[in-house]
């Protein structure tokens, strides 16, 4: 039962224009989320994340927002860039349960310059 | 770049075989972790550990297990490899502090089993 969901499995965009990636998640207890960045052949890297108190988060390019009461979080990428062109996963992180993670599916994101 | 590394990077083996990957951390950090990914799935963990010798299972435990007898090292062990481990699996680490804390990952292990 996958409780972190990306119904998007991909996503393309062009460049300089804006790259909005969703993300659901079913289970109330999480309180904090992460956005991970995917290249082929390498490991996820973190990107940004969110604690439920907060409703935005952002860094740069990307901005996370939180929507608690639709259990719904979003990356915005501005402007995509052809090297955003990866596989990005959210995450989401339960009221104390240490460190356990549960993934999305991630979505596939391309930039055509 | 943390210093996460993985061995084997690829690797082919029979059904009934067992095999053992192995991560390894120059960070120092104490908690570590073991993830599959699979197409559809995403990344599902198996095992981590929050210090040596304290170890946890994750939501796809069965058919796994896990060692760690060095904060450096953390093993995971397919004692009798079935296809259905095919799969590449991930390393990362992480560490307390005030709050919640990002995961650095290794480099991916790619595993056949045939």
């Known amino acids: 039962d996958q409780q972190v969901k990306q119904n998007s499995p991909s996503l393309s965009v062009q460049e300089g224009r804006i790259s909005i990636l969703n993300c659901d998640y079913t289970n109330s207890m999480f309180d904090y989320f992460l956005w991970y960045k995917k290249y082929p052949a390498e490991g996820p890297t973190f990107l940004i994340s969110i604690s439920s108190i907060k409703d935005k988060n952002e860094d740069g390019r990307f901005t996370v927002f939180l929507n608690k009461s639709a259990k719904h979080l979003s990356l915005h990428i501005v402007p995509s860039q052809p090297g955003d062109s990866a596989v990005y996963f959210c995450a989401a992180n339960p009221t104390n349960t240490g460190n356990q993670f549960y993934f999305g599916t991630g979505t596939s994101l391309t930039v055509i310059p | 770049d943390a210093g996460i590394t993985q061995s084997p990077r690829h690797k082919v083996t029979e059904t009934g075989t067992p095999v053992t990957l192995r991560c390894h951390q120059t960070e120092n950090h104490r908690y570590m972790y073991w993830y599959r990914q699979d197409p559809g799935h995403g990344l599902r963990l198996i095992h981590y550990?929050?210090?040596?010798?304290?170890?946890d299972k994750g939501e796809v435990s069965d058919g796994y297990s896990v060692s760690r007898s060095k904060t450096e090292d953390f093993l995971l062990t397919l004692e009798s490899a079935t296809s259905s481990q095919t799969s590449v699996y991930f390393c990362?680490?992480?560490?307390?502090?005030?709050?919640?804390?990002?995961?650095?990952f290794g480099p991916g292990t790619r595993l056949t089993v045939t």
């Open positions: 990362a680490i992480s560490e307390p502090g005030t709050g919640i804390y990002e995961q650095y």
């Open positions: 550990s929050y210090g040596v010798k304290d170890t």
